[in-house]
Each structure stands twice: as C-alpha cells, then as structure tokens.
C-alpha cells in the first residue's frame, strides 16, 4: 500500500491556482531556498501518513466549493514531486471524482513526470533563477532537474503558470526580468505569470527549527516596484 506524508491541508486556498482549492502541502524537498517559508516541510520523513484513498476522501468533501468557483485541488509542499508514486495515485483518484488537480513545484522531484502530467490540469512552476551559477545561490542544487520537468511539460502540452519570487539583490534587475521574458517565450500553454515579492513571513520558523536564516538583513521586496517590473514582461 503507497502511503504519503503529508504536512498540512488547507481547506480554502485562494492564490493557488484558479477558484478556490483545497491545498494539500506534501512533506520533503530537495531544494534549500534561501527565502523559503516552509523549511518545516524540507524532511522527507515527517509529516501525517496518508494513504491515496484516505487523502482523496478528504479532498472529495469540497466538491461544492470546486463546482461554484472553478476550483480543485493543488498539491504543494514542500515538491509534491518528491513523493511520486503517492502522487500519482493521489492524483488519479482526483479525476475519477472529477476534481481538477494542479502542481505547485520546481520541478525537482525523483522522476515519472510523464506519467504524472497524464493527470495533472494545470503546473504552477516555481522558477528559482534562470543561471546555472544563481539557481545554484538560491537553492543549493543544479538547475538540470527543473529543465528535465519542464520538458515533459512541454511534452505533456500541460498548462502553466510562471511563478518567480522577486528578491532584492538576486532577481530584482530590469536585466533578470528581460530574460526571464525571454524564458517564458520559449515556453508553450503559458497562461499566467505572476511575480511574487519576497517577504519576511516564516523567519520565525527558523528560529523554531534552529535553522541560520541566510537573507538575515534582506528588507522585503517593495510591492510598487515588482508591479513596475511585472510591465517589462508585457
């Protein structure tokens, strides 16, 4: 029997895809960002077990809500990604009740992407940074895995939604937003973009975890100022 680890659902999520959506936030990634809010969710050993079934039971009670505002289900994390045969199954379950599933991740998981696509209605691909050398400064790791998910996207003809977090300093140049608009428009079934601002929320949980916070110092990103850069991408 599949069991999946999983760290926490929200009932009522709103920026997470289109309409409102159950969030369900699955345990373990292999990423470190360095403005990660949820270093909570990194430990691919913690979290509630679950089982696909007992999950998608759960999931099912909000149907209502999905019918009304054009909702779902999006699994996010941590990577949902990381937990690919729970997924799957998860995710096959989901369509057989008819509930619409989306993606939230960077695209770094442990493979079946294909198979895993075949059920998925919309990805929210979180771009990390665009350079081999700054995807390695913000996450740890190399930016190979992320390109391999992107082309089974692109494989997939999967819809997408282009995320990048605006941070000061990383990723808040008029240069860096000019190439990722470059980026974008080698991208198929991209429907949205949105740039989010880097923020200071879930510092706390650091401190919890006895984690060194590595953008100690950094101020959040200035709202007006993402909008301005948001028009470079037009």
């Known amino acids: 029997m599949t069991i999946g680890k999983i760290h926490s659902i929200e009932t009522m999520g709103l920026v997470d895809g289109p309409g409102i959506r159950v969030v369900v936030f699955m345990q373990g990634c292999a990423l470190r960002c360095v403005y990660c809010h949820n270093p909570d969710t990194w430990n691919d050993n913690e979290g509630t077990e679950y089982t ?14 999905f019918k009304s505002s054009g909702g779902g289900v999006t699994f996010s994390g ?42 998925t209605d919309l990805v ?12 390695k400064d913000i996450t740890g790791m190399s930016i190979n895995e992320s390109k391999i998910f992107l ?25 860096y937003i000019l190439k990722l608009k470059e980026f974008i428009e080698t991208l198929h079934n991209v429907e949205k973009v949105e740039l989010l601002p880097y923020h200071l929320l879930g510092i706390n949980k650091y401190e919890t975890l006895g984690i060194k916070y590595r953008l100690d110092g950094v101020p959040s990103m200035d709202k007006d100022r993402c909008k301005e850069l948001y028009e470079l991408l037009k």
Do not use: M
């Open 124 to 135: 929210l691909y979180d771009v990390k940074h665009l350079s081999e050398e700054g995807y």
């Open 78 to 119: 941590g990577d949902p990604l990381r937990q690919p045969e729970f997924l799957l199954e998860a995710l096959k379950l989901c369509k057989e009740e008819g509930i619409n599933t989306c993606l939230d991740t960077s695209g770094v998981g442990r493979g079946n992407y294909d198979e895993i696509l075949k059920y």
């Open 52 to 65: 696909p079934q007992e999950l998608v039971k759960k999931i099912a009670r909000f149907k209502n809500y």
């Open 151 to 175: 082309e089974a996207c692109e494989r997939a003809g999967t819809k997408l939604w282009i995320r990048q977090v605006v941070v000061p300093g990383k990723t808040d140049s008029e240069e």
